[in-house]
């Protein structure tokens, strides 16, 4: 049972376009939502998380969006970049973020020049 | 470099041999865990390390799997009689639970390949 899933699969934008990666989540319990970026050979890094008590949260070009009665969350990338090209993960955790983290199958980002 | 360091970078073993890997956590961070990717999806948990307590473990770990934390600071990967299906990415992560929060830095990974 897939617990987090993620959409789309890859995505191709052009530069200064805004990317938008969905996830959705089945276990209520989970109250807390990081999101990933890995790049070729490298391991993920976390970019933003959020927590359901707020709806948004932004941190420079990155905005994660929440929706709890739809158990739904969202990535957008204002104005990106080329260099933003890179496979992203959403990823959900029980007890704050203290528990093991629960990963989507990921959404690959081609940003064009 | 202060960042998670693992070792190998990359492992080619043939189906039935015994591989180890070694994952250096960031300095005094108390929490280690282990989780295997594989090609087109996200990182799935294996298990993970409370200093030096094995305090969960996913049913992802067979019996060929252990994983050590001696001193509550290294940690180490044992895969024995591997199958070709063990053939994964193999990342560390290390979290330091102080400090009202628990962000997971991640490893670069060792790529297992199994013939």
């Known amino acids: 049972q897939q617990q987090v899933k993620q959409s789309p699969q890859s995505l191709i934008v052009q530069k200064g376009g805004i990317p938008i990666i969905n996830c959705a989540y089945e276990n209520t319990a989970f109250d807390y939502f990081p999101w990933y970026q890995q790049f070729p050979g490298k391991g993920p890094a976390l970019l933003i998380a959020?927590?359901?008590?707020?709806s948004e949260k932004k941190e420079g070009r990155f905005t994660i969006s929440f929706n709890k009665s739809a158990k739904q969350f969202s990535l957008h990338i204002m104005d990106s970049q080329p260099g933003d090209s890179a496979t992203y993960f959403c990823?959900?955790?029980?007890?704050?973020?203290?528990?093991?983290?629960?990963f989507g199958k990921g959404t690959m980002l081609l940003v064009s020049p | 470099d202060t960042g998670v360091s693992q070792d190998p970078r990359h492992k080619i073993t043939k189906r039935g041999q015994n591989v180890t890997f070694r994952c250096d956590p960031i300095s005094e961070h108390n929490r280690l865990y282990w989780y295997r990717q594989t090609l087109g999806q996200g990182p799935e948990f294996l298990t993970y390390?409370?200093?030096?307590?094995?305090?969960?473990k996913s049913r992802l770990l067979s019996d060929r799997f252990s994983a050590e934390r001696p001193k509550g600071s290294f940690s180490t990967l044992e895969i024995q009689r591997t199958e070709q299906g063990d053939s994964a990415m193999y990342l560390c992560a290390s979290s330091n639970t102080g400090g009202g929060h628990n962000e997971q830095f991640f490893g670069p990974g060792t790529r297992l390949t199994v013939l």
């Open positions: 390390f409370q200093n030096e307590a094995q305090l969960e």
């Open positions: 959020i927590r359901p008590d707020v």
């Open positions: 990823a959900a955790s029980k007890d704050s973020g203290y528990s093991t983290l629960t």
